[in-house]
C-alpha cells in the first residue's frame, strides 16, 4: 500500500508540474504579442502582403469549415480597404485530392480578388513553415498574418523570433463548442512552438530559390 501511495502522489505532483508548464507556456503566448493582434481595420497598419494560414476548407463530415471561411473573408476585408497590397495563401497541398493554397486562391476569386494578386505557397505544412518561408521564400520582412485570435498569437510569437515585423488580424473566430477540439490542440501547439524555437531549431522542411512577390 505504501509503494501505491508513494506511486500516486508522485503522479499527482507530475501532473501538477505538468500543467503548470502548459499553463505558462500557453499564458506567455498569450500575453507577449496580444498588442499586435488587431480586430479593428482602421487602426491595422498598413503592409504590401497578407499572409493567411491555411486550413481545411471543409470539415469531415462535409460541411464548410467556419475557421477557413472567416480567414478568407478577412483577407479580402483587408484588401479591399487597402491595408495589404497581395495575398499569400500559405497550405499543406501533400495529398493529391488535398490543396490548400488552391482551394483558398479560388475562394478569393469568387470574392472578387484579382488572380494576380493572390500568390500561392505550397510547402506551409505548418505555422511555422508558413510564417518563415514569408520572409526567406517571399522575401516579405513585415508581413500581416490573417488567422483567427489564438492562432494569431503563436504565429506572432513565431515571427518576432525569427525577425519578422509582423502584425495579424483577426479573422471571426467560432465558439469552443464548435471546435473544443481545435482550442485544446492549441495547447499542445504552442508547447511544440517552444521546442521548435528554443530547443530543437527547427526551419521548414522544404527552402529553396526565392520567389518574388511584385513591388506597387
Known amino acids: ?27 506567455v503566448t ?17 503592409n504590401h502582403v497578407g499572409l493567411v494560414l491555411g486550413t481545411s476548407s471543409r470539415l469531415q463530415n462535409g460541411k464548410v469549415n467556419l475557421f477557413f471561411r472567416n480567414r478568407i473573408l478577412a483577407a479580402k476585408q483587408l484588401y479591399d480597404a487597402d491595408k495589404i497590397e497581395y495575398i499569400l495563401v500559405s497550405g499543406d497541398n501533400r495529398m493529391m485530392n488535398y490543396n490548400e493554397p488552391i482551394t483558398m486562391r479560388q475562394n478569393l476569386i469568387k470574392l472578387g480578388v484579382p488572380k494576380d494578386k493572390i500568390i500561392m ?11 518563415i518561408r514569408s520572409s526567406k521564400i517571399f522575401q516579405q520582412d513585415s508581413i500581416t498574418i490573417i488567422s483567427q485570435e489564438f492562432h494569431n498569437k503563436r504565429a506572432l ?22 471546435a473544443l477540439n481545435i482550442y485544446i490542440r492549441e495547447i499542445f501547439a504552442r508547447v511544440k512552438m517552444f521546442i521548435d524555437i528554443y530547443i530543437t531549431h527547427t526551419e521548414p522542411h522544404f527552402l529553396g530559390a526565392p520567389e518574388v512577390i511584385p513591388a506597387n
Open 30 to 46: 498569450e500575453l507577449r504579442w496580444g498588442s499586435y493582434c488587431y480586430t479593428d481595420i482602421n487602426k491595422i497598419p498598413k
Open 121 to 131: 505557397d505550397f510547402a506551409g505544412f505548418r505555422t511555422l513553415d508558413s510564417v
Open 157 to 178: 510569437y513565431i515571427a518576432k523570433t525569427h525577425n519578422i515585423n509582423a502584425v495579424a488580424f483577426n479573422a471571426k473566430s467560432v465558439s469552443f463548442s464548435y
Open 1 to 27: 500500500m505504501k509503494l501505491i501511495k508513494k506511486i500516486f502522489i508522485r503522479l499527482v505532483l507530475f501532473g501538477m508540474l505538468f500543467t503548470c508548464f502548459l499553463t505558462t507556456i500557453y499564458l
